[in-house]
């Protein structure tokens, strides 16, 4: 066995530590043949884990789950949740918490094994992984952490040597997933719902210490708990949109109390912008298309309320009270956070009234004329008025000459305006079409240099340098809209 002092493994298990009715002592199920397809070096030497060791052997058997490392605790984690607004019993499935990686800074993370495995919670699944949506998870999920997106990363992947059945053979892959905790707003449902009063009492405990230590000496710390995940939910929320990053499976399960994006299942970014753009296939009602994403956000952190109102107060109507008048924060978090993003995409740096009216305009062109909604903010940041649809309309022209006067109204330069725009509007997002050829070349022929050249280009997204154009064009216009699938 590899020793922790090789590997730089540095486990904690305080999650292990909660009352034993929040999850279920698991331990991967062995797989065939572990071979390490990928490795996230920046990410595993930040977190003090030494990259050769892991590179080798041994490492594959540690991000398979054929091998323990010392001092960890594996677990199956126990959440409910609202599945497209129906309540459920769900628990990690598929997944195994190993434990806690205190780094040498001391930060804690969750190591969690995706595609580990039957657990208690599996119900009728295999609790296996495909080697497409686990890479898929790893391309996006460190994108959007190189786009300043709060967000659970991926450590590595590995392929088991061992087939899972979807609709066809598919190779089976295991994520090593890092995260802040996989605390969900689904894990204090299922509190509220399964477990006692004193039990959902050290839950919120917990999620405090850990997430929100400032406000844990606070008078009513329950309610500032509230305060502070809708807090964090909206910013969250407001970066996905200014970015077009449609998750897709907005679940209340899939909603963490860290305020880090999880489960990019079918998840997608948005090309041309159209405020009703849905990907998944199994979302027919659009409930989680990219314009419902604030909406939704409400909706699961009313859930979340709901599960905490026995600690808010000891009279529930004076609880509900509460909880409702920090809901109704949200909208206006939200709100402030994405008008905020949406002055720096433009390069405005103070406020006036008329800005959002100057927003809605050029967004509102944009879905007339279908713009593409990355492209338009990159070429306004580099000034390139590519020969597009809505820039040759004499209404865009109008509106820049408008923005321009706006710029002109505000104190910093020009210059400095345009540096704002670079750091707001990414060239590069990992766009539908490259995705899926990265995973086609590694998927079908095992070739994993698409993938890798995708992932290097994707980790620097403000660059605006010359050599990421090929990045920037669209597909060539397909019959068949992108649908992306859960579950998979
Ligand atoms: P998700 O759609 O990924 O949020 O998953 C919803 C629920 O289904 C979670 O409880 C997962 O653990 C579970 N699940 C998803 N895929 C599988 C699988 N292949 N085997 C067992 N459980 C699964
Ligand atoms: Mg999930």
Same mark, same amino acid.
């Given at each position: 066995?590899?020793?922790?002092?090789?590997?730089?493994?540095?486990?904690?298990?305080?999650?292990?530590?909660?009352?034993?009715?929040?999850?279920?002592?698991?331990?991967?199920?062995?797989?065939?043949?572990?071979?390490?397809?990928?490795?996230? *070096?920046?990410? /595993?030497?930040?977190?003090?884990?030494?990259? +050769?060791?892991?590179? $080798? #052997?041994?490492?594959? !058997? =540690?991000?398979?789950?054929?091998?323990?490392?010392?001092?960890?605790?594996?677990?199956?984690?126990?959440?409910?949740?609202?599945?497209?607004?129906?309540?459920?019993?769900?628990?990690?499935?598929?997944?195994?918490?190993?434990?806690?990686?205190?780094?040498?800074?001391?930060?804690?993370?969750?190591?969690?094994?995706?595609?580990?495995?039957?657990?208690?919670?599996?119900?009728?699944? *295999?609790?296996? /992984?495909?080697?497409?949506?686990?890479?898929? +998870?790893?391309?996006? $999920? #460190?994108?959007?952490? !190189? =786009?300043?997106?709060?967000?659970?990363?991926?450590?590595?992947?590995?392929?088991?040597?061992?087939?899972?059945?979807?609709?066809?053979?598919?190779?089976?892959?295991?994520?090593?997933?890092?995260?802040?905790?996989?605390?969900?707003?689904?894990?204090?449902?299922?509190?509220?719902?399964?477990?006692?009063?004193?039990?959902?009492?050290?839950?919120?405990?917990?999620?405090?210490?850990?997430?929100?230590?400032?406000?844990?000496?606070?008078?009513?710390?329950?309610?500032?708990?509230?305060?502070?995940?809708?807090?964090?939910?909206?910013?969250?929320?407001?970066?996905?949109?200014?970015?077009?990053?449609?998750?897709?499976?907005?679940?209340?399960?899939?909603?963490?109390?860290?305020?880090?994006?999880?489960?990019?299942?079918?998840?997608?970014?948005?090309?041309?912008?159209?405020?009703?753009?849905?990907?998944?296939?199994?979302?027919?009602?659009?409930?989680?298309?990219?314009?419902?994403?604030?909406?939704?956000?409400?909706?699961?952190?009313?859930?979340?309320?709901?599960?905490?109102?026995?600690?808010?107060?000891?009279?529930?109507?004076?609880?509900?009270?509460?909880?409702?008048?920090?809901?109704?924060?949200?909208?206006?978090?939200?709100?402030?956070?994405?008008?905020?993003?949406?002055?720096?995409?433009?390069?405005?740096?103070?406020?006036?009234?008329?800005?959002?009216?100057?927003?809605?305009?050029?967004?509102?062109?944009?879905?007339?004329?279908?713009?593409?909604?990355?492209?338009?903010?990159?070429?306004?940041?580099?000034?390139?008025?590519?020969?597009?649809?809505?820039?040759?309309?004499?209404?865009?022209?109008?509106?820049?000459?408008?923005?321009?006067?706006?710029?002109?109204?505000?104190?910093?330069?020009?210059?400095?305006?345009?540096?704002?725009?670079?750091?707001?509007?990414?060239?590069?997002?990992?766009?539908?079409?490259?995705?899926?050829?990265?995973?086609?070349?590694?998927?079908?022929?095992?070739?994993?240099?698409?993938?890798?050249?995708?992932?290097?280009?994707?980790?620097?997204?403000?660059?605006?340098?010359?050599?990421?154009?090929?990045?920037?064009?669209?597909?060539?216009?397909?019959?068949?809209?992108?649908?992306?699938?859960?579950?998979?």
């Amino acid at each position: 066995m590899t020793k922790n002092k090789e590997t730089g493994w540095n486990f904690d298990n305080s999650y292990a530590r909660l009352p034993q009715s929040f999850f279920a002592s698991t331990n991967p199920t062995p797989v065939r043949a572990p071979k390490l397809i990928i490795l996230n *070096d920046q990410l /595993a030497t930040s977190l003090g884990l030494n990259v +050769e060791e892991l590179k $080798s #052997e041994e490492g594959a !058997a =540690l991000f398979a789950g054929n091998e323990i490392p010392e001092g960890a605790f594996p677990l199956a984690q126990a959440y409910a949740g609202h599945q497209f607004g129906h309540f459920t019993m769900l628990g990690d499935g598929r997944a195994v918490l190993l434990g806690e990686q205190v780094s040498p800074q001391g930060e804690r993370v969750d190591i969690q094994l995706k595609g580990s495995g039957r657990t208690p919670y599996s119900r009728g699944g *295999d609790g296996r /992984a495909a080697l497409g949506p686990m890479l898929r +998870e790893y391309i996006i $999920s #460190e994108a959007m952490h !190189a =786009l300043g997106i709060p967000t659970t990363r991926s450590l590595a992947v590995v392929t088991t040597g061992e087939p899972v059945y979807r609709e066809t053979e598919l190779p089976g892959a295991i994520l090593t997933r890092v995260a802040a905790s996989h605390l969900r707003v689904g894990t204090f449902q299922y509190a509220a719902n399964w477990s006692t009063v004193d039990d959902l009492r050290i839950l919120a405990d917990y999620a405090l210490k850990r997430h929100f230590p400032d406000v844990e000496a606070n008078e009513n710390r329950y309610l500032s708990l509230l305060q502070e995940v809708i807090k964090r939910q909206a910013e969250l929320i407001a970066k996905w949109q200014l970015v077009g990053f449609i998750h897709g499976v907005m679940n209340t399960d899939n909603m963490t109390i860290s305020g880090e994006t999880i489960d990019y299942g079918p998840c997608a970014f948005m090309d041309v912008y159209d405020p009703a753009t849905v990907f998944s296939s199994i979302d027919i009602q659009g409930r989680y298309a990219y314009r419902n994403q604030p909406l939704i956000g409400g909706w699961n952190l009313a859930r979340f309320a709901e599960a905490l109102l026995p600690l808010l107060h000891e009279d529930q109507e004076q609880a509900i009270k509460l909880a409702e008048d920090k809901l109704s924060d949200f909208t206006k978090l939200y709100h402030h956070n994405w008008l905020a993003g949406m002055r720096a995409k433009l390069g405005i740096f103070n406020e006036e009234t008329e800005d959002e009216a100057l927003i809605e305009n050029l967004l509102q062109m944009m879905q007339e004329h279908q713009a593409d909604y990355t492209n338009t903010f990159r070429a306004l940041t580099l000034d390139q008025r590519e020969d597009t649809n809505l820039f040759r309309t004499p209404e865009f022209t109008q509106w820049h000459k408008q923005w321009q006067e706006r710029l002109g109204r505000q104190q910093e330069s020009k210059a400095a305006a345009n540096e704002l725009m670079r750091r707001s509007n990414p060239a590069i997002i990992p766009r539908n079409h490259r995705v899926e050829e990265a995973l086609k070349a590694a998927v079908e022929q095992g070739d994993y240099s698409v993938m890798e050249r995708l992932v290097a280009v994707l980790s620097n997204p403000y660059a605006h340098s010359a050599d990421e154009a090929d990045y920037c064009t669209l597909p060539a216009s397909s019959a068949e809209p992108y649908r992306t699938f859960c579950g998979t």
